[in-house]
C-alpha cells in the first residue's frame, strides 16, 4: 500500500493547472512558490523559457511582515517591476495551491498594482 503525502498531492494539481496556463511575451505566467516561512513569484515567459522578474520573502523590504502582509507586499512589489518591464497582463498559475489565504492576498495584491491577472 503506498502512501500519497501531501507535496505529492500538491506536484499532481500543479501538473495539471500547468497543463492547461502557459505564459508568453506579451502575457507571462506569474507562478507562485508559498513556503511555511514565506512566498516567492516569477513572471515567465514560457515560449523563451526565461524569467522576466521575481519576488522573494528574503527581500529586506518583506523580512519582518507576518505571512499575509507579506505576500500582498510581494504582489504589490511584482507589480511594480511587471510594469517597468512593460508587462500589462498575466496568466496566474497558483501552483497546486488553493486559492485562499496567502495566494489569494498575493493576487490581489498584484491586481491593486495594476497588472491585469
Known sequence: MSVVTKEA???????????????????PRIAVFRSNRGIFAQLIDDEQGRT???????????????????????GQLLAERAKAA????????????QYHGRVQAFAEAVREGGLTV
Open 52 to 74: 522576466i522578474t521575481s519576488v522573494q520573502w528574503t527581500e529586506p523590504e518583506l523580512r519582518d511582515l507576518s505571512k499575509k502582509d507579506q505576500a500582498a507586499k510581494a
Open 86 to 97: 512593460g508587462i500589462e497582463t498575466a496568466v496566474f498559475d497558483r501552483g497546486g495551491y
Open 9 to 27: 498531492r500538491r506536484l499532481k494539481r500543479r501538473r495539471r493547472v500547468r497543463a492547461k496556463v502557459s505564459g508568453s511575451a506579451e502575457r
